[in-house]
């Protein structure tokens, strides 16, 4: 058994908060970013919660730097949920299939 550190597990855990890391503190391009999930869903070992609906985000995600990966990930959890359209005022956002752009 290995062990490893709290931001290790918290990362691991936390897709959203992996994502954030490596584009804000390690300035990773959108493409990296892409291939770090993917590795992270492909992985031997491991197995992220909800892993299709990640596939799926990181699908209409990649290679972009708008909308965001937790911008995509949660239009994925809401067509999951059958919750559509998905409201948004984001605007790259709102112009992916099955989001709405909202008016403030």
Known sequence: MRAVDTNF????????E????????????PAQIAVAIDML???QHLVLECGDIA?????????KSKPGFS????LEIART???????????????????QLLRS
């Open 9 to 16: 597990l918290v990362r691991l855990l936390a897709l959203v």
């Open 18 to 29: 992996t994502v954030w890391a490596l584009d804000t503190v390690y300035a990773c391009k």
């Open 41 to 43: 869903l492909n992985h």
């Open 55 to 63: 596939s799926a985000a990181l699908a209409r995600y990649r290679g």
């Open 71 to 74: 911008d995509c990930l949660m």
């Open 81 to 99: 949920a059958g919750h559509l359209p998905f409201g948004t005022f984001d605007k790259p956002l709102g112009q992916l299939e099955d989001a």
